[in-house]
Each structure stands twice: as C-alpha cells, then as structure tokens.
C-alpha cells in the first residue's frame, strides 16, 4: 500500500565543461549521431554532443533514450542510459552543461533510505564529505575521480552496499548523479566498475517517451536493438548476463488473459489443480507470470513492498480470498486507511495480492506498498477469478 512520503529536495551541483586532451574517436566527429540500439539523436545544439564525445559518453553516460525535452526549473536536458544532461546557466550567467543528479532523484522516487556511514576510523585515500555524510574509496573512488568526480557524478549518498541488480547481486554505491556497480566477471579489467542504467530507469519511472524515433538523416552509431524474449522462466529467477528493463507504467497487451479460464468456484479443489496452477512474482522485474503447468497463460505489471516493508520472499500458497476489503493500518506512528481494496488474495500473514486504484507504479521498478503485491484492477479481477485457494506463489528476485 502507499502512503504519503516527504521526498527529499537535493541541491544540484553546477559544473562547468571538462576540457579534454585526449583525441577524440574519428567515429564522433560528426555533426549530429543517431543511436541505433536506443533509437534517438544526439546533436550539438544545446552543447549535449561535445559534452558527451568529451566524457567518454558510451562509458559514463551510455546512449540517448530519449530526445532533447524541457524540464521546468532547468530547461534543455536529455535523457540518457546511464544519466541526463543539462543546459543550464552558471553563476556567471553563461550557459553551460551539466549531468543531473538521476541516482537522488530515482532513491526519492522509489522511497530508498541508506543507513548511516559507521562511526569507525578513516580509510586511507577515503573522502569524506560532511554534507551528505558519506564517503567514496576504493574500489569506486579511482574510477569516480578518473571520470569526473563530483563535478560528473556528484557527491556519495550512500556507503558502498550489496545490491540486487539488473546484472545480479553486486557491490555498488550511489552518487547524487549516477550508480556505480563492480562487476566480479570484470575484475582486474577496466570494466570492473560500470555505471548502472538509472538515466533509462527514471525516465521510465516518470512516463516520459523512450520510444524510438525515426532516423532524421544523421550518420549512424552503435549496434542495433537486440531481440530479447519477454518470458521468465518457471523459478522466476533473471539471467545473470541478461538486463532488466523497467517496464512501462501501464499494463500490457499480455495483461490481460490469452485464455480465460472457467471460474474457479465451478470447480473441485483437487491436488491436480493446485500442482497445475502457479503464480511467480519477480521483484526484480516487477513482474507476476500466471503459469498453467509449464505453459505462461497470464503475466502483468506489479508495484511491491517498499525498504523496510519488503514483499517477503519464499514459496507461499494463497489461503484467503475476498473480493473487496478497506485495508488500514499504523506506518511510523501515522494512521492511515484505503477503502474498498478489490480482489484479495491473502498468502503471507498479512501481505497479499490484491487491486490498487490509487497509482499506476506498476512495472516501473518502484515500490509504494506496506509488503503487498498491487496489481492494475483489470488484472487482479482476472487473477482472482482465476487462482483458487492453494494456489501456489513464489515470490523471487
């Protein structure tokens, strides 16, 4: 269930243009690129081009996913894979770019909280930086100085933590303005610390058009799309090389049932039909997947629990169900209470399956809810007309 959450207002930093001595790829030099694999252009016309050619942009800033916009209170900006960039004025009043601070804002959106930095002696070559309270050293510190530092990336906002990620369980650490990843595969190698795709994942967080546009004429970059199927498969569980995309934020054709099936009331409950029937809920992708034996029948859009409400993970079976419910309930010390909760399936305690009318988070990768699994209304009406009581629920990373 979601509450009301105060997001926290970070001050951005204004950052000047890095200059570069390092020669510039022949591939780059053109006037105006267009990115086959995302489907945008990147031009010069706000300055976005030489900024991204004199960052080492595929590496730092990955490709456009979205076309220049206007962002109120900051002006020409451009989304990225891995970040945003910024047309803004400097104290001066000369016009400049910078990257936007995508890792606070993405934190706040997804309501994340970081614990403290330990009260412990300093690291040698540790930084510590009194207004955020947090510190960046190895194994981030060298890769964050050599690509910017906190005039790229910003300043630390978290300590180095273990993270599920799109690529699996790693080490990460988040910056006003970008994540930072290690990979274990890449270790000793100059991809050992990568920049995770939170540019992408909030612009699909705000329902802003990623959508691929037709090429205006410009010289070609990059690889195309790779195909990717949509299936998951029976244990839920993501492919460790595979990426996670976030989701749109409103159901998909495949939301609703390629086959309905007859209403459970109509039936016998036997082993069989609880053996036959599953629900697979995948946190990371924010996915449930409704399978018949071996066969996907039904998947859709979810929104879960939130940091220190997390949707519980293990093999459940549905043992309640109620077609409506008013839900209330004391979250830090405050009241609160949603009438009228359609289609509830209890299978955990107290969390449960259910629809949800007052957002349409699902699928972004954010997490609202008190523990519960929110389901789009059409969807949770298909799923309890669908699941008997018994049927089976994983819910997994």
């Not at 946190?283 to 018949?292: D, G």
């Not at 077609?323 to 010390?333: A, Y």
Request: charged fraction near 15%; include cysteine.
């Amino acid at each position: 269930m979601r509450h009301t959450a105060r997001l926290t207002v970070l001050a951005l930093l204004i950052a000047g243009l890095f200059s570069s001595s390092m020669a510039i790829p022949l591939y780059a030099q053109a006037a105006a690129l267009y990115f086959l694999r995302t489907g945008h252009h990147l031009t010069d016309e706000h300055g976005f081009l030489s900024f991204w050619r004199s960052h080492d942009g595929p590496r730092t800033l990955g490709f456009p996913v979205t076309e220049v916009l206007m962002i109120e209170g900051i002006g020409p900006a451009q989304y990225f894979e891995k970040g945003r960039l910024e047309r803004v004025a400097a104290a001066d009043g000369a016009p400049i770019v910078r990257t936007g601070a995508v890792a606070a804002e993405y934190v706040a959106a997804l309501y994340r909280t970081f614990p403290p930095r330990p009260d412990r002696p300093p690291v040698d070559g540790e930084l510590f930086f009194g207004e955020t309270g947090y510190s960046v050293r190895e194994p981030f510190i060298g890769f964050w100085q050599a690509s910017g530092g906190v005039d790229f990336f910003g300043m630390p906002i978290s300590e180095p933590v273990w993270e599920q990620t799109a690529g699996g369980y790693r080490h990460v650490q988040y910056f006003e303005r970008a994540r930072l990843e290690r990979v274990p595969a890449s270790a000793g190698t100059t991809d050992d610390i990568q920049v995770a795709d939170l540019g992408r994942a909030l612009a699909e967080l705000r329902g802003l058009n990623i959508a691929p546009v037709p090429n205006r004429g410009f010289e070609t970059f990059g690889p195309p799309a790779p195909a990717a199927p949509d299936v998951a498969p029976l244990n839920g569980a993501p492919a460790a090389s595979a990426p996670l995309p976030m989701q749109p934020a409103t159901p998909r054709a495949t939301a609703t049932p390629r086959s309905p099936a007859p209403p459970p009331a109509s039936r016998a409950l036997t082993a069989t039909t609880r053996a036959a029937k599953r629900i697979v809920v995948n946190l990371s992708k924010q996915w449930l997947y409704a399978y018949e034996d071996d066969r996907l029948v039904f998947d859709a859009p979810v929104a879960t629990g939130r940091d220190g409400m997390n949707t519980p993970t293990g093999a459940f079976q549905i043992y309640a169900k109620l077609p409506m419910q008013t839900m209330d309930g004391v979250t830090e010390g405050k009241y609160w209470v949603v009438p009228n909760v359609p289609h509830v399936m209890y299978f955990y305690g107290g969390v449960a399956l259910h629809g949800t009318y007052w957002h349409n988070l699902f699928g972004t990768g954010a997490r609202p809810s008190h523990g519960c699994v929110n389901l789009p209304l059409k969807s949770a009406a298909w799923l309890y007309e669908w699941a008997p009581i018994g049927t089976p629920v994983r819910v997994t990373y």
